[in-house]
């Protein structure tokens, strides 16, 4: 297989897509009464919610290769060869980006130093990791006065793309302090993980991916089975680990079992497939038959929907029954709840972009279309439990890329190429 195959739109979203909807119908029916709370949570499927859900994903994949399409047919240089660690070229990072980029991580640090001494009270008292919730605790200890700082923790993604294109097209030898900065992005994710910020990490890390491939492997490398199995084996390792350390510490304590036994590995992975995956389908049959609300922005960020509500006074869905625990949902239910009749358009609208963003990122050699697509790979991935394209997570690394560009065009004028060194 492929190494582009990975970051492909069609291939990932497709798998997501199907592995979600397969692990709903085959599983949950059968296991939702293993997790607590879910046994009185009917599986609902009716024929009209089933109908939108195929349609609205045919739209979303069918608009993704109009995208596509448009990107490669907008542009005569394509299949560029890009020369792989690309010191002299032109494909870098320039100065001021480094400097944006740094402008915005270094608030982050600050505060998760802070936190870091939470997080080694927390560990140095390894008791309380295998009472009560486990490393949830950690996250309650450590969300005290979030509101302020989360603006500045949405542009991670975005950071680490640029920090990870430098690296890449420029001589560390003759830099050094690239590696320091490297490390503190992986240390900054991994204090983020303990205090259960697990969406945030996983977006600054997959927004990674499609840049490694492009600079580092190549799109054109296969990658051997074993390898990909490999891959799969630790993230599902990892996925385990990381809950046990939270829902299995409680099952742990309420069947009176060995925190690591058989038994508690399997009520976890079994959570996990119920109440992270197939709870995403049933919740968003339910919301596909209820009433939308037309709030537009309601379940994405609140730069756009405070004004909007303010203004149009949208009304409340209404759901066709309760969805019970466990609330997030396939992006397409909370799109026709806050859309409704007009969901078929933002969808086609979102898939085009995705698309475009993918051909423009693979067919062309522009760092500000590889930054923007490696925000938007994230998003390929997580659409299926949230709305990303309408969160901050998306919204605010997308405004910085565009500053950067508007300042590119204002810096590489003749008189401002004449006053400053922009190597």
Sequence with gaps: MKAITFVSPFFVG???VLFQF???LLF????KDVVPGLSDVPFYLTASSFLKYVIFYFIYFVSIFVGYAYGYASKTDKRYKLEK???SGQYRVKRYMSF??????????LVEGAFFRE?????RNPERLFTGGGFAQLAYVTQQSEIWYRTFHNFLPAIAAIYVVNFLTTDVRKKPSLKIVIFIMVFLNVILFLRAARQLVFASVLATLPIFIKLRIGFHKRVSIVKIFLVLALIIIALLVSEILRFGVLNAQRKALPLFSWENMIDTWTYILNAYVGKNVNNCMIYLDSSPSY???STGSRVFYNPIYGFFQPSQHILVTEPGPHGTLDFIGLLWIDWGLGAPIMIAFLGFFIGLGYSMYRNHN????DLYYAITYPGVVSNIRINYFFLNIFIYPLLMILFLKVTSIILETPIAKGRLNLK
Excluded: C, E, K
């Design 28 to 31: 949950f029916p059968r296991t």
């Design 295 to 297: 709030g537009m922005f």
């Design 119 to 123: 997080v080694i009270n927390f560990l």
């Design 22 to 24: 397969f692990t709903w």
């Design 14 to 16: 497709l798998v997501s």
């Design 85 to 87: 660690n690309n010191h």
């Design 366 to 369: 522009s760092i500000y279309w």
């Design 100 to 109: 944006v980029a740094g402008l915005m991580l270094l608030p982050i640090v």
